[in-house]
């Protein structure tokens, strides 16, 4: 049987720290990083490998510097893995409306 992972990207250069998508994560794999980026703030970092690729993260980012990715593991059989982007959000000008298929755990609401 397939099991879904989750990774995140984060763009630190230009995250400002606001914690927001760590309060968000029901997994609690994300915490500040002790450094400081470019612009002098401390930025988030993906700290646990339990994600799980809800998507908590990219959709409450202010800033949009999030991107999710979930990793499709297949049986011990095959041994492939196909990581696929299921959440880049960027260019946000205005109020958005965001639909997730197929989210671990029963969805998110927004």
């Known amino acids: 049987m397939a099991t879904v992972r989750g990774t995140i990207e984060i763009n630190i250069e230009n995250c400002k720290g606001c914690e ?3 309060a968000a994560c029901p997994q609690g794999s994300m915490a500040l990083a002790k ?13 646990e490998d339990n994600c799980t690729g809800c998507a908590n993260c990219a959709l409450v980012c202010p800033d949009a510097v999030i991107t999710v990715y979930r990793t499709k593991k297949g049986s011990s059989k095959t041994k492939s893995t196909e990581k696929e982007a299921v959440a880049v959000i960027s260019n ?3 109020d958005i409306k965001v639909v997730l298929d197929d989210v671990p755990g029963g969805g998110v609401s927004v």
């Open 92 to 94: 946000v000008k205005s």
């Open 20 to 22: 927001l998508c760590i």
């Open 35 to 47: 450094e400081i980026n470019a612009i002098g703030y401390h930025y988030a970092l993906l700290v």
